[in-house]
């Protein structure tokens, strides 16, 4: 009989994960905590309120324990427990084994602000030049691709948004404590094969990419592309399709053959795009259209890069796994014609509400219009949306809409001194 191992995996860092990764806790068992979102507290660290008592909902969900002892602080100042690991930026990649004794794999994303070192001043912020929507503050306003996961954010570090970032590198010189690092010292360690057989193209590929930090070898031919890799291994090659001799597409197979972990780009001219396809299929993957923009190259090359050197492959034994997933909020957007939602700005979902309401929002708490800023004075609350729409794949009644409508509408009373008038319009009411 297997020697059970007591310790367990905690999946989703919402109220419901960190409600069970506390209990286990306080039980002696040991948690890994883990969230593919840089923060933890999923939907309900949103919420300012929470029905019916409108109290903070992290205080009334969250264990009350002896805060002397630092084993469990208030959410919005942080999660402290000494059986509790955190990894955020992870995700779960595979289970083996069974009941008492899982090995599981996790991956973690790059990290490229030093926690350690990063003092939450907001010099970086400052000064990076690309704005995206604020999934925290559910898209109302932009936030920079480097920013505070939350605003109530313990410790205060900043994090990057690797999907938006465009490397440009100026947040780099903004720190003052140097806490970013892109990893230029580590991306000469990411050999590139260059294959083509145009001079002018392989030296304009090697130098757009030496300007990145990444180390680049080249070939004229397929066959010269072989021989380098059967001495080295090299984790990408950016390979043309038409050249004289060996084609692409035999590269790319024999490439495979030798070392099946190579990623591959094949790159094409508008006459080849059905054997850039065909060549994706057995094995390439992506393709790049000649003439180059050299952004685009330098983005989709750091974007294979940084994939390849997420925080490697975590390895863990634990005895049980629990699954917190969380949830997805219906997107009423396909009921514009009826709603007007995406349509007009003052109309919003019920998360936007919220984060309209809560002092760390958008408008610090005070109940304004989106549209032009002017205070409200009428609120209508349309229930049900989406609720039993087959045609959405909506057939049932989420049962909490009502609580929140009620518990909105009340707030609503209260921010404006009692000013603004409520209706809530329904199809069923659960109170």
Known sequence: MQKKIGAALVVGAGISGIRSALDLAEMGYGVTLIDRA??????????????????????????????????QYCLRRGLFHENIDIILGTELVSVEGEPGKFQVSLKQQLQVVDSDRCIGCGECAR???????????????????????????????????????????ACVPACPTRAIDFGTERRRGFRILVVDDELIVR????????????????????LQALELLTSRAYPLMLLDIKMPGMDGVEVLKRAKEMRPEIQVVMMTAYATVETAVEAMKIGAREYLMKPFDPEALVAMVGGIYEKHERIGERQLEVGAIILSAGFSSFDPAPLADTTGYREYPDVVTS????????????????????SDGKEIRRIAWLQCVGSRNLKLDADYCSSICCMFAIKEAVLAKEHSGGAVETAIFYMDMRT
């Open 38 to 71: 840089p923060r933890i507290g999923g939907t309900l660290a949103q919420l300012d309120y929470q029905f019916p008592s409108d109290h903070c909902g992290m205080c009334k969900m969250l264990p009350l324990v002896e805060r002397d002892a630092s084993s």
């Open 127 to 169: 000064v990076c030049p690309v704005e995206v929507s604020d999934e925290f503050n559910a898209g109302l306003i932009l936030r920079k691709a480097v920013y505070l996961p939350t605003p109530h954010n313990l410790p205060n570090n900043y994090v990057v948004d690797l999907a938006a970032c465009t490397r440009c590198g």
């Open 203 to 222: 030296n304009s590929l090697k130098e757009w990419l030496d300007v990145e930090g990444f180390s680049v070898d080249m070939a004229e031919s397929g």
């Open 351 to 370: 998360t936007e509400f919220e984060r309209l309401v809560s002092a760390s929002g958008p408008t610090g708490g005070k109940l304004v219009r989106p």
